[in-house]
């Protein structure tokens, strides 16, 4: 019974998460992806939750980091200055 418990907890988190990147409001959209947080943090705080929490430990550490992120947006945003391929309307 638990597991099914677990299971409904996460598939709401999932479809919370989904509406949430669907729905135009930005404040109706922040309380849907907490209310996601928190269902998954139910499930990884009950007694079954360890697998699930060694996976989001990991998928954590396979982020890239903030800095590599916006090196590469640098680097990016070079690239498009230096070579443009839009002519400006005269």
Do not use: H, Y
């Not at 109706?28 to 139910?42: D, E, H, K, P, Q």
């Not at 009950?46 to 903030?66: H, M």
């Amino acid at each position: 019974m638990d597991f099914l418990i677990d299971v409904l907890l996460l598939l709401a988190s999932l479809v919370l998460v989904d509406r949430s990147n669907t729905d135009r409001d930005e404040v109706w959209r922040l309380c849907l992806r907490i209310l996601a947080v928190m269902s998954v943090l139910a499930v990884i705080t009950s007694d079954r939750g360890l697998p699930l929490a060694v996976v989001l430990l990991l998928f954590a550490l396979w982020l890239p980091g903030a800095a590599r992120m916006e090196k590469a947006l640098d680097q990016t945003l070079a690239q498009g200055d230096a070579n443009p391929s839009v002519s400006s309307p005269r």
